[in-house]
């Protein structure tokens, strides 16, 4: 979805104002390089990056690689105009989003995960494309289209962003690839460096929290399909994908404190091509069920809300897959647990 925008006049418009770049909170490296394009494109503004309540490591060494600030928890009544990145719901600002609510400029947004129902931006402030494996390839695009000239570490930028969110090109499209090799003719470095500048060593607690995960993993299948579902304190996001690497086609792996749950959910490119999607099929019925809210892309998504048990809420996230894989299949197939 591409809407029709003021975008090719945005930075344009935004020249001589106090302009925040906002990430999503727990900023990843996709949401730091893409606020980090904006900044070096506004470099004669004054544009502030800001970041609610905690940057990933990855990211934290990026923008320290590459000498770019930002601020946690910014106050954006400090500023003329706001432009979000990365998200699209107000959840994923925590508590940034009650200031943001009540700020009184303008407010635009760009971001390529699936669109919500809870609009931060008016209709026409927004941009979202959900096909681009990153937020800094709808950038890098724009920045073409509208003769910006992009820089070497705009270049950089971009290809971090690509890298990352595409898992290392494994959700990537043909227009990846295409600006994927324009930024690195422009960044002027290897691929292999430019990994090096946002590459941490993993946490021995991740390491631990993917173990103790696989330690409680449950396995149905469902078809040719294979779900695998655990419950882990931290990390879920690393544990599910540490799953499909293992061979499950769909993994979600949950934690739950005190009456509110939070599910991480991944699908391989299989169950994708079969027809699965995982905001539509799965985290968005969890959501009304659950008083909860659920987002991100096909492939890789996450919801928060409220239940008694979390088992209760994983079990449901088999059942949705296994209806949605029902309905497309054409011989009965039955859901099954391996014990
Ligand atoms: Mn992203």
Not at 105 to 115: A, C, K, Q, V
Not at 206 to 216: S, V
Not at 311 to 336: H, M, T, W
Request: net charge negative; proline share 3%; with cysteine.
């Amino acid at each position: 979805m591409l809407s029709a925008m003021p975008f090719p006049s945005l930075l344009e418009s935004l020249k001589g104002k106090e302009v925040l770049l906002l990430t999503h909170r727990g900023a990843d490296v996709d949401a730091v390089s893409a606020s980090g394009m904006l900044y070096f494109a506004l470099r004669n503004s004054n544009a502030c990056i800001g970041v609610p309540e905690h940057i990933n490591q990855s990211a934290e060494k990026l923008a320290s690689e590459l000498s770019i600030p930002f601020e946690l928890n910014p106050e954006p009544k400090e500023f003329n105009s706001v432009i979000v990145l990365d998200l699209n719901s107000w959840k994923m600002l925590g508590s940034t989003a009650e200031k943001l609510k009540s700020f009184s400029g303008e407010i635009f947004l760009i971001d390529h995960h699936s669109p919500s129902d809870d609009c931060i931006a008016s209709k026409e402030n927004t941009l979202i494309e959900e096909k681009a494996a990153s937020t800094t390839e709808i950038l890098f695009k724009l920045f073409k289209e509208q003769g910006i000239p992009i820089s070497k570490e705009m270049a950089i930028l971009a290809a971090a962003g690509i890298i990352t969110d595409s898992a290392h090109f494994s959700y990537a499209s043909r227009d990846t690839f295409i600006i994927m090799a324009e930024a690195l003719e422009i960044a002027g470095i290897s691929y292999n460096k430019i990994v090096g500048l946002f590459f941490v060593e993993r946490d021995l607690s991740e390491t631990i929290a993917r173990l103790k995960a696989a330690k409680r993993c449950r396995i149905f299948r469902i078809g040719s399909f294979v779900i695998a579902t655990s419950d882990i304190g931290a990390f879920e996001a690393q544990a599910a994908s540490s799953f499909l690497r293992l061979g499950a086609d769909v993994a979600f792996v949950g934690a739950a404190e005190a009456g509110e749950v939070m599910v991480s959910g991944r699908a391989s490119q299989r169950v994708l091509e079969f027809g699965l999607d995982l905001v539509e099929d799965v985290f968005e019925p969890l959501s009304a069920r659950f008083c909860g809210e659920g987002g991100g892309h096909t492939a890789a998504a996450a919801f928060n809300g409220k239940a008694d048990s979390l088992d209760e809420v994983l079990q449901e996230c088999v059942s949705l897959v296994a209806e949605k894989i029902r309905k497309k299949s054409n011989e009965k197939v039955q859901l099954r647990e391996y014990r």
